[in-house]
């Protein structure tokens, strides 16, 4: 029997340990993620382990609501410790699931813990990263965790005055404009506060978004971000695109649809005029517990997969941007693995067009596992971009080394197997866990 998380964890083969020690020190570019970088810019320290792991963390809420705690001591008023000792409590219910690896990964790498999680164990474990995390700050732990680069992810109206250089790490916005496809009236009056615009046409809008992206690159931005539930609509025109933004506030939701995808079109060609890269996640369905929303508002945990995209959607708007000129860098995410071959296939019909990492729910062992088979079948495993965190907690890096050790084990069988060199592995290795990425964005 193998020890609890010991140095070998999903490492089945020579092959694989071998890989994942080519890696497993390397920084971390972590391209999408939801941290907030004011909290990085006044060297946050997190009161204790429960407001580190349960002040937003969505993956361990829906856990603990699928274990039947009460919303008291997941987003109600029950204090840290108490939240911490519910998730504890029902910690160990969580085998084989993502946030079991994650969190056992998070106490051994950030705070050197390596016991199980559980009721008998919890005390020792919060006095014993309560004392390391009273010497941390929000830096010292990207520092921590080596990384290199963060790509955070904000609204267009956001003033950016907190992104910079932070010890080792580079903090850079990402233009995230989902708000403003089509702007509601409150949106639509803090894009006009930023840009000092009025919008009062579709052209006018057009005008005040150029002029927030313009800002978004004189800061550094790179990335462009649009979640979706379903893929855009081929590009209804200006004149519809018009007379729908005029009734933006009474749209019908397929409307509102071909106004965004006319929307999402036009900026586009904005990215690809400035060299940006874009980042597509489609096939959620959001909120879909009304009665919670209005309870823990949104991004709280009760998103799910979308049970129906077509595909040939993003055909169709993939192939308009190219017609035009106008494809600019694209990485695609889909939240139902089930089109995941289909996209994959995309990628090798248009050029610059990757495939992300498996995202959201597919972010298990398997769901890494199936997508870097597809990447490998379909599209080409060399040239992908490895991984992120698309997460709001400082503690999620840990996510790295759960996708190079499950990395190192899929590239290693074919090692072990005598279907691949060990030479070209550790390149690879090195390519998909760092220099890929850098190259493509431009970092």
Known sequence: MKNFFGDDLLLSTPSALALYGTVKDLPIIDYHCHLNENEIKAKHRFSNLGELWLGGDHYKWRAMRLCGVDEKYITGDADYYEKY????????????????????????????????????????????????????????????????????????????????????????????????????????????????????????????????????????????????????????????????????????????????????????????KNGMTVQIHFATFRCVNSAMLPVTGKDSGFDIIRGSIDPDELVTFLDTLSSRGALPKTVLYSLDPSVMPAVATMSGAFPNVRIGAAWWFNDTLMGIRRQLEVISEYAVLGTNLGMLTDSRSFASYARFDFFRRILADFVGGYVERGEYDMASAERLMLDICYNNVKEFIGI
Request: net charge negative; glycine share 4%.
């Open 85 to 272: 000792k519910k998730f504890a409590e029902i910690f160990p219910k969580l085998c084989g699931g993502p946030l079991y690896y994650f969190t056992q990964l998070e106490l051994k790498i950030l705070f050197g813990i390596e016991l199980p999680l559980c009721s008998e164990n919890a005390d020792e474990i919060w006095e014993r990263a309560n004392r390391v995390l009273s010497e941390l700050d929000s830096n010292d732990i990207l520092k921590k965790f080596r990384v290199e680069y963060v790509a955070t992810t904000d609204d267009p109206a956001s003033p950016l005055s907190a992104h910079g250089k932070y010890g080792d790490t580079l903090v850079c916005p990402t233009f995230r404009p989902d708000r403003m496809l089509p702007p509601d009236d409150a949106a639509l009056s803090e894009l006009e506060a930023a840009s000092g615009m009025t919008v009062d046409s579709l052209a006018a809008l057009k005008s005040a978004l150029t002029n927030r992206l313009d800002f978004f690159i004189s800061r550094s931005c790179k990335i462009a971000d649009h979640g979706m539930d379903f893929p855009p609509l081929a590009d209804c025109g200006e004149c519809r695109a018009e007379a729908l933004f005029k009734k933006r506030n009474e749209l019908s939701p397929n409307e509102r649809r071909e106004l965004f995808s006319h929307l999402l079109y036009f900026l586009c060609e904005l990215y690809k």
